[in-house]
């Protein structure tokens, strides 16, 4: 066999000059990793740019926003080795229906939430709109981002019920007249077609973004555009779309279903619950298997699924059994701590390193035990602190105008400890599965080191491993069916402002490799 080398992305910081470590011999963790016992195919790991990223993108400073594309996008390093950026492979692009142009009388409250359509009420389109959203959109390609996702909240608002980009009425039903299925569908494609002309191309269109939620509110209450949708009402709307992009000879697939909660894919009674057997199984009304541009794979949101590790694991479990029995892939396409999971019974701020730390254990769990092949987060940047609690974003924003012209932002833990597994976990890469010694319930490794493997062809071995225990850890890996390794290098996300994938010199393997207490960590291993 080749000689592979082997990266490991360990979510506990190796001392920042780790030597192999021959202490603490009661905290040792023998696991083995072998490279012919592989799970899923990872396709990506990504993050939405929505909202802010139009008054970024359009009106602040170049050298600010070049700043903020480098971080999220760049796969480089400096002349230290230190990463530039955490080399996304995934930017989810917003589609927007028009409330922007609707102004206060679109009832949606915040100004910076309504979004401008390219598509105007007398059928014209007008492509300068969402120039900030372009903008980044175009740097994420020149930065060689792998997959390039449109996702859609409401349809444009000439084609809703109410003429608004949210519901008024809480009937749970789609926010879209009977008749516009296919005016809708070819709103998207038409969207797709112009971008494609441009050199940017959509790998996926998501037409439904969480279709559980009612999305309804009185005028001027609205916090931003979204519609619910039925199953039968998402099978018409995919249909459509597929029939669209098959009429304009495009090659992008739709992304389905955005499910507003992990749990409603395999469980519930609502008419858009349950939607794996509704869209998966060959004897449903609505099965997408004569569909061409569907994959075969189902997408959800891990938002409140994440209050105990009990519940975390067996939600993952659960819907990773009803995947299999399908015979499908699932892809984690929204998260951030909307909910309070991520206290862990506390009701105390929680510091940068704590929400890193539990951003890194959600990413874990919905990998190795969701088996998701593909992990995307909301949001990557949003006003709000950059001290504590920063449960949504990536990047910390501070407008200093009212019309969010220019401002300042900073740089949380959650963008680095993401790092640890975007930079070096590549589309492609298979997982590995890894065996313990420890014999750790699925429940108790929420607590204690973390562990995820992935090969990538002939010269890669990723492992992300989290620290989440207050103690120095020690992990000692055995290799089966890879050529005998014999040095590493690590990469660090710790406490500290300067430990942020922070890089080791080559060294040799002896034995055990020590992990820093509350940290995350990459290994590379030649």
Not at 94 to 103: D, F, L, R, V, Y
Not at 188 to 206: P, Q, W
Not at 427 to 443: A, Y
Request: contains cysteine.
């Amino acid at each position: 066999m080749k000689f592979i080398k082997a990266v490991f992305t360990l979510s506990s910081l190796l001392l920042a000059n780790a030597s192999i470590a021959q202490t603490n011999t009661n905290n040792s963790l023998i696991i083995t990793i072998d490279a012919k016992s592989t799970a899923q195919t990872m396709h990506n790991i990504g993050a939405s740019g929505c909202w802010f990223s139009e008054g970024i993108g359009k009106c602040w400073p170049v050298v600010k926003r070049e700043k903020m594309a480098e971080l999220l996008f760049s796969k480089e390093k400096d002349a230290k080795g230190n990463p530039k950026g955490i080399g996304l492979s995934a930017w989810r692009f917003n589609i927007g229906g028009g409330t922007a142009e609707q102004g206060d009388s679109s009832g949606i409250k915040d100004f910076r939430k309504r979004v401008e359509c390219f598509l105007a009420p007398d059928g014209t389109y007008d492509w300068n709109k969402q120039a900030g959203y372009q903008w980044f959109l175009r740097k994420a390609k020149a930065y060689g981002v792998e997959n390039l996702i449109a996702f859609s909240n409401t349809p444009p608002v000439q084609f809703t019920k109410n003429g608004r980009g949210f519901k008024t009425e809480k009937d749970y039903k789609a926010n879209l007249k009977p008749d516009q299925y296919d005016a809708y569908a070819d709103f998207l494609t038409e969207v797709i077609k112009h971008f494609d002309k441009e050199g940017l191309h959509f790998n996926y269109i998501s037409p439904v973004n969480e279709p559980q939620w009612d999305w309804s509110n009185k005028p001027g209450q609205a916090s931003q555009e979204g519609s619910p949708w039925g199953n039968e009402d998402i099978y018409k709307v995919t249909k459509a779309v597929d029939a669209s992009l098959e009429s304009k000879k495009l090659n992008t697939q739709v992304l389905t279903t955005e499910a507003a909660m992990l749990t409603y894919l395999y469980d519930g009674k609502s008419r858009s619950s349950k939607q794996i057997q509704r869209f998966f199984a060959d004897t449903s009304a609505y099965s997408f298997k004569n569909l061409k541009h569907v994959p075969n794979f189902v997408a959800g949101h891990s938002y409140f699924t994440d209050s105990g590790d009990s519940s975390i694991v067996s939600v993952r479990q659960h819907l990773a059994d009803t995947t299999k029995k399908y015979g499908i892939e699932y892809w984690q396409s929204e998260y951030s701590m909307l909910g309070d999971g991520f206290r862990e019974g506390t009701k105390d701020r929680r510091s940068q390193m704590d929400c890193a730390l539990f951003l890194a254990k959600i990413i874990n769990q919905d990998i190795t035990v969701g088996n998701a092949a593909a992990w995307q987060l909301w949001n990557s940047w949003e006003p709000g602190s950059a001290e504590w609690d920063t449960r949504y974003y990536l990047i910390a924003l501070k407008p200093s105008t009212p019309a969010y012209t220019d401002g300042e932002f900073t740089v949380t833990k959650n963008l680095w400890a993401m790092g640890n597994y975007s930079l070096f976990v590549r589309p492609g890469m298979k997982r590995v599965n890894i065996h313990r010694n420890d014999n750790l319930s699925p429940e108790k490794i929420c607590q204690d080191v973390m562990l995820s493997a992935f090969t990538g062809g002939k010269d890669k071995l990723v492992i992300v491993a989290v620290n989440y225990t207050n103690q120095v850890r020690t992990v000692n890996p055995q290799f089966k069916n890879f050529k005998t390794v014999k040095k590493y290098r690590t990469y660090v996300t710790s406490a500290g402002a300067t430990n942020n994938l922070t890089p080791s010199a080559e060294q040799k393997l002896n034995g055990s490799v020590s992990l820093q207490p509350r940290s995350v960590t990459t290994i590379i291993f030649n």
